[in-house]
């Protein structure tokens, strides 16, 4: 078992910065692959940023250059680094992982809103 904990989520205005985090225990050995989804309100899921196992990043296209995904294994620690947001930013975001047996892991959801 994996269990996720999210943090940083805020209300911030646009064109402000917000780094969430997520942290990681149980077994974290496992983890192939992990990353971060966002729903907002009336809206599906959707993939913002993955990193694997062995540090490749991939973005959603609407979000390079904004977002950066990042993790530091000695703290056992995601990151997500929210530049210059937006309105259309404003939604729950989810940490996620996947084992490496096709296990999936959610978090609880962190809320960041943007103001206009």
């Known amino acids: 078992q994996v269990q996720l ?3 940083g989520g805020d209300l911030v205005q646009a064109g402000g910065s917000l780094r969430l985090s997520c942290a990681t225990s149980g077994s974290i050995f496992s983890i192939n692959a992990m990353g971060w989804y966002r729903q907002a309100p009336g809206k599906q899921r959707e993939l913002v ?3 694997t196992r062995g540090g ?9 250059g904004r977002f950066t995904i990042s993790r530091d294994n000695a703290k056992n ?13 404003t939604a729950v975001y989810y940490c996620h992982a996947k ?5 999936d892991y959610w978090g609880q959801g962190t809320q960041v809103t943007v103001s206009s």
């Open 49 to 51: 940023a993955v990193i």
């Open 77 to 89: 620690t995601m990151y997500l680094q929210m530049n210059s947001l937006k309105p259309e930013d």
């Open 56 to 64: 490749t990043t991939t973005y959603a296209d609407s979000l390079k």
């Open 99 to 103: 084992s490496l047996w096709g296990n």
């Open 5 to 7: 904990v999210e943090s």
